[in-house]
């Protein structure tokens, strides 16, 4: 069946940086588009960022735009997250989600002050 992990997250203060990682299996991975997705504490979901199947179109929220990269490797069925210059408003948890279908755990970012 299909699975998402992720990983990666932690503690980190702001300025710093973290890379979550989003093993996955039971689908063509190389054929879907792949989000990442966060929710803060109390608060609804909020898309983050996507990529498609080939990796060739990438999309942001203006909120982590220019600081976020989303990336996928197909040969590992695997999808990251690289976070620079993190925020306070960044913390939550971090989803990753096969074209907004399938879900993981999501793992939790938090921003020491």
């Known amino acids: 069946q299909v699975q998402l992990v992720e990983s990666g997250g932690g503690l980190v203060q702001p300025g710093g940086s973290l890379r979550l990682s989003c093993a996955t299996s039971g689908f063509t991975f190389s054929s879907e588009w792949m989000h990442w997705v966060r929710q803060a504490p109390g608060k609804g979901l909020e898309w983050v960022s996507q990529i498609k199947g080939d990796g060739r179109a990438r999309y942001y929220a203006d909120s982590v735009k220019g600081r976020f990269t989303v990336s996928r490797d197909n040969a590992k069925n695997t999808l990251y997250l690289q976070m620079n210059n993190l925020k306070p408003e960044d913390l939550g948890v971090y989803y990753c989600?096969?074209?907004?279908?399938?879900w993981g755990q999501g793992t939790q970012v938090a921003i020491s002050s």
């Open positions: 989600a096969r074209n907004l279908a399938s």
